[in-house]
């Protein structure tokens, strides 16, 4: 099973032009983004965080189970769910601005007991690893379940308006190394983090994926050193709203199919491996790019 821990919320996307343009509420957040495109995949998947109880939680617990991920391991507050006030420029790309101030999924607890015994991967990523109490507690479980050998994925997926310490946020980033396995970034957030690639191989991870939007992504290995790039799949873009998160559910969903979820195994990775690996999670991002909202691909559409 593959645990993906993290927000849940709901992006409010914009139907239109203008300021006032009618907004219609999609179910999102990066974690549960990338949760939700592994079930999708047909990856045995369960959710890691905290849902409200409101109608909107109710909606986001009905997605996971719509897409076959596991709601066990999902706490549950009184709180209101998070809001992310999304725009979309004329290429698609999205930005957003977040209603967070006491919020449920940011009080998330550290489980008491480690992920069960047939936990293969962990993911994290976003907002949930900036917003406290509860981003103390992912941090803890990041650490904590690599310490147990489980295979880790973190996407920062920066969203700077939400970090007032760019500084501080960076010498955190920098100390969650040690215990990921993979990590995936993106060119934009790669650039805000400052450092490279040889930096961050060096202080922990087997691989780093750098996605590069309309330039496609690379891989660059710890262990056999491999550098792999490809390029993207040309489509037309109705936003790019979860294309990465669906990126870190491919992922996992390849390198499972490979039999690649451990730090040993993702290093002795050939290129003709990777190739395949990035090549399908190209193709999963392509599809999530061509239709609006945080809508990722089912194994169907990407057979063959």
């Not at 293969?120 to 509860?134: D, H, I, K, N, W």
């Not at 946020?169 to 990921?180: G, N, Q």
């Not at 969903?253 to 690649?260: F, I, K, N, Q």
Request: net charge negative.
């Amino acid at each position: 099973m593959i645990v993906v821990a993290g927000e849940s919320l709901i992006d409010l996307v914009p139907q239109g032009t203008g300021a006032l343009a009618p907004l219609s509420p999609r179910p999102g957040g990066g974690p549960y983004n990338t949760a939700v495109a592994l079930g999708r995949l047909g990856s045995r998947t369960s959710f890691c965080s905290r849902i409200s109880a409101d109608g909107f939680g109710e909606a986001l617990l009905d997605g996971l189970r719509t897409a076959g991920v596991d709601t066990s391991l999902v706490q549950r507050g009184t709180e209101p769910t998070t809001l992310a006030v999304a725009t979309v420029g004329t290429d698609g790309s999205a930005g957003y601005g977040f209603y967070a101030q006491g919020t449920a999924d940011r009080l998330f607890e550290l489980p008491a007991s480690a992920l069960p015994d047939g936990v293969r991967a962990l993911a994290l990523g976003t907002c949930s690893l900036v917003l406290e109490p509860g981003a103390s507690a992912y941090e803890a479980l990041l650490r904590r379940e690599a310490g147990r050998g489980v295979f880790t994925l973190l996407d920062p997926n920066i969203r700077a308006g939400l970090i007032p310490d760019r500084d501080g946020y960076r010498a955190r980033f920098r100390s969650w190394l040690p215990y990921v396995t993979l990590l995936k970034v993106s060119q934009e957030d790669a650039a805000w983090l400052g450092g490279s690639v040889e930096e961050w191989l060096a202080a922990g991870p087997a691989a780093v994926v750098l996605t590069r939007g309309e330039e496609g992504m690379t891989v660059r290995t710890r262990g056999s050193g491999a550098d792999v790039g490809v390029p993207a799949v040309r489509v037309g873009v109705a936003d790019t709203i979860g294309a990465g998160d669906t990126v870190n559910a491919a992922l996992l969903h390849r390198l499972s199919e490979h039999d690649a979820l451990s730090a040993p195994a993702v290093g002795a990775l050939d290129p003709a491996a990777w190739t395949d690996i990035l090549t399908f999670a190209a193709r999963a991002a392509a599809v999530t790019c061509s239709r609006p909202g945080a809508d990722p691909p089912y194994a169907t559409e990407l057979a063959g």
